[in-house]
């Protein structure tokens, strides 16, 4: 058997519908299709993408002559994701197609946070394809599952599902790079073939088969992501913090009802909408949907109209009957109600939104809503739960929300990282066409251990510790902190009993919602503070914590400023307790100022009022010697 070894640059010809892939003359693949690849750490999801498969940026592989029975190919796009297709003729002749896919998870997902080397993944058994020298053809849609090759270096793991239609393949026997042979069909296109009827001599008077219905899609929750109205002051008036997703109800044109891909609704969407006293509306607008949800009080129970805007476009909608039509489904029942204006509505429980008289279907995941009565921004009054969630027993209350305390726990239960306070950014400019223009502050949400907008993960070291605080999906603002004892955090001026920060890290995206007609939207922006000669928020080690209420502004890089207040943290914390001692308490100096001020004026006015008492003593006396004068 011979073999010839073919790299080729790029080899990308584009088809009527998807793409062409070719390796030289010998291998070729036509395809329509997208990879949803989803990531997540201990059970809880990170992020979820789903890349077409267009646009090479490489193709290679090795080829097969007329007597051989193995060829592959390599096709390499999005960045890092490399597609490994291999062809085997078994003893049947029948062609078998494995494949590969690795990517970078780091570079698919944007999220630093994520491990930067390439995580390898198999397809879940073998397709049978055609015999050697045919081509398959399958213009239905197909669904592939992959599973790791192997393990992570870390607690991620990823799934990956495939969806192709109209492939067209074939390995074996080309004629310069076409088709050649017979063409074979799936299975898929043979069954949804039938035999033509006799047309009837009368006019039909029954109504066409009512199309079939298919079972609703079952998906996996993804977090959380806030999304805000900004009043005329730029002050948040509507807030939404919920994990969406959707999936669309629609009839192909063979009368089949069929569900669409699930689709995400992520970070990058488009929030607008309008607040008043009575009614507010939200609006959430992607590339390809616009979701509308309008909050009115005056109803009883108050509640949500949902209404979902799509596009049956051939991408999302394959085989629509009404292709490219735009359709709009509106929800027949009220959901997250809320009640009265001193409460907002939260539910952690997965919700099933059914929209129109279609099964068109909103899943919505830990949603927090509130669209009367946010102070600046954050939640108000006690979350008023949904009937869907468990109610906890009388006897074992629900936890008290932890009051924006971070704290970084290791394998061992010991939470060397705590960390409180109100947190927000500000100073922050982009560029909007050719002029630079200042964004509103940014706030860190409120956090507490039932609300999973906010993450927080980081490292214990014995000379190094780092804290990382995720928010608004992908955002996220690090620390890490150096003790004495090592060159390191010598060149700090650190003594060996101490500690402090040495690098601030905020990383953020230009979204829409708050960065609004960006020039360059969704592009991953970083204002840092590193390698602090000096340290800053010196601490003791020990149990000892570093304080300060007084509101403190810290530069960073680009121009952005970190805005304190309330904020005590210690690292090198030895045991699991997340409270602060009252001793070996290092405070800033804007305490110490204020701190200060009470004795002194207490000094002052303690002083004023002896001098007080000792003119009226003064004044009193000298009356009295008058008086006595007079009387002798």
């Known amino acids: 058997m011979k073999l010839s070894i073919v790299v080729v640059a790029v080899t990308f010809v584009a088809a009527v519908q998807g793409v062409t892939y070719k390796l030289e003359d010998c291998i070729r693949v036509d395809v329509t299709g997208s990879l949803t690849i989803a990531a997540e750490e201990n059970g809880i999801s990170i992020d979820n993408k789903t890349i077409d498969l267009v646009d090479p940026t490489a193709i290679s592989g090795t080829c097969s002559n007329d007597s051989g029975s193995s060829a592959s190919m390599t096709v390499k796009f999005g960045g890092s994701i490399e597609w490994l297709l291999v062809f085997n003729v078994d003893s049947n002749n029948m062609v078998m197609l494995d494949q ?123 977090d959380p992501v806030m999304f805000v109205v900004n009043d005329s002051q730029g002050v948040a008036c509507f807030r939404l913090d919920a994990g969406l997703q959707f999936a669309v109800d629609y009839n192909t044109t063979n009368n089949t009802m069929v569900f669409s891909k699930v689709m995400i609704v992520d970070g990058s969407a488009n929030v607008t909408g309008t ?48 292709a490219n039509m735009s359709m709009v489904y509106e929800s027949t029942t009220q959901s997250f109600n ?50 869907i969630d468990p109610t906890p027993s009388p006897s074992t209350p629900a936890p008290a929300p932890s009051d924006n305390v971070y704290a970084v726990t290791d394998g061992k239960n010991i939470t060397c990282i705590v960390l409180k306070g109100d947190i927000s950014f500000s100073n922050i400019t982009y560029l909007k066409g050719n002029a ?7 706030n860190i949400p409120a956090y507490n251990t039932s609300d999973p907008v ?54 953020y995206d230009l979204r829409p919602q708050f960065f609004p007609n960006a020039s360059n939207p969704g592009a991953v922006q970083k204002a840092e503070h ?26 960073l890089s680009e121009g952005v400023l970190l805005d304190t207040s309330h904020l005590q943290y210690k690292a090198f914390n030895t045991n699991n307790d997340t409270t602060f001692n009252s001793d070996n308490v290092s405070e800033c100096p804007a305490d110490d100022e204020s701190n200060s001020i009470v004795p002194i004026a207490v000094g ?29």
């Open 275 to 322: 607040c008043g006293n009575e009614t507010a509306t939200m609006v959430i607008a992607g590339s390809d949907y616009q979701l509308e949800i309008t909050e009115t009080l005056t109803t009883v129970p108050a509640g949500s109209k949902i209404s979902l805007n799509v596009t049956l476009d051939a991408e999302n909608f394959p085989d629509a009957a009404d």
């Open 100 to 222: 590969l896919l690795s990517f970078n998870a780091s570079e698919v997902f944007n999220n630093t946070a994520l491990p930067t080397d390439f995580v390898s993944m198999t397809d879940r058994g073998n397709i049978t394809l055609s015999p050697k020298n045919d081509s398959y053809i399958c213009a239905a849609v197909q669904n592939f599952s992959f599973e790791l090759n192997g393990n992570t270096t870390d607690n991620v793991t990823y799934t990956v599902t495939q969806t192709i239609r109209d492939l067209k393949a074939q390995a074996f026997g080309l004629d310069n790079g076409n088709y050649s042979g017979s063409s074979v069909d799936c299975e898929s296109d043979k069954n949804s073939t039938t035999e033509p009827t006799t047309a009837p001599t009368t006019e039909p008077t029954t109504a066409p088969a009512a199309p079939t219905t298919p079972a609703v899609p079952t998906v996996k929750p993804v």
């Open 436 to 442: 630079t223009v200042p964004a509103n502050p940014i």
């Open 530 to 555: 590193m390698n602090m000669t000096d340290g800053l928020w010196k601490g003791q080690v020990g149990g000892g914590s570093y304080k300060c209420d007084a509101d403190i502004t810290t530069s």
């Open 604 to 632: 002052a006015a303690l002083a004023g009022l002896v001098v007080i008492v000792l003119i009226a003593y003064l004044i009193g006396r000298r009356r009295s010697r008058r008086q006595g004068y007079e009387s002798v």
């Open 454 to 507: 906010v993450k927080v993960n980081g490292t214990c070291g014995n000379i190094t510790q780092e804290i990382n605080i995720f928010f608004n999906g992908n955002w996220s603002l690090s620390m890490v902190f150096a003790r004495g004892g090592s060159k390191e955090s010598a060149m700090l001026g650190a003594a060996q009993d101490e500690y402090s920060v040495r690098d601030i890290a905020f990383t």
């Open 338 to 387: 809320q009640s009265n204006l001193n409460t907002y509505y939260m539910c952690n429980s997965e919700q099933m939104v059914t929209l129109g008289s279609t099964r068109t279907t909103l899943y919505a995941d830990q949603v927090r809503l509130q669209a009367f009565g946010l102070n600046k921004g954050q939640f108000t009054g006690d979350g008023e739960g949904c009937d």
